[in-house]
């Protein structure tokens, strides 16, 4: 069975079927119990959209979720693909020309920028897959 990330959060609008929640991200050392001495636990605000799974009005409290699979997707295609990329793209032009260090890496990092402007373009078919569900709490 597929599992599932949450995080409680409070509904700030509605619109139609989409709700849009706060919740509140907090680092792993923000559990710790020597976390008032040493001072580097973070938690910071996160805003969403999310689908409505029932009726809900704003300052309701909600457990939002998202499928463990899809966030494995997402860091695959914002970090590992794009630095597949920019060391492919170095190996080849680097290998099949005598071009300098510094045009291998700058044509390496237009590459990654082409590749999240491709990644733009599919914005709305990858917002659909990657939905994030609300249901109270």
Not at 17 to 25: D, K, N, S
Not at 53 to 75: C, F, I, N, S, Y
Request: proline residues 1%; contains cysteine; glycine residues 6%.
């Amino acid at each position: 069975m597929d599992e599932m990330i949450r995080h409680t959060g409070v509904v700030r609008s509605v619109n139609g079927h989409m709700a849009h929640v706060e919740i509140t991200q907090t680092s792993a050392c923000s559990a710790c119990k020597a976390r008032s001495m040493c001072m580097s636990a973070e938690s910071q605000q996160k805003e969403m959209d999310c689908v409505m799974l029932e009726a809900m009005q704003p300052g309701d409290e909600v457990e939002v979720e998202v499928r463990e699979r899809l966030a494995w997707k997402a860091v695959l295609l914002a970090y590992i693909l794009p630095f597949v990329v920019m060391m492919g793209l170095i190996a080849v032009l680097d290998y099949m020309t005598d071009w300098s260090e510094a045009v291998v890496g700058t044509l390496s990092l237009c590459g990654i920028a082409l590749y999240y402007i491709g990644l733009s373009v599919f914005k709305h078919r990858l917002q659909k897959e990657f939905s994030f569900t609300a249901r109270k709490k």
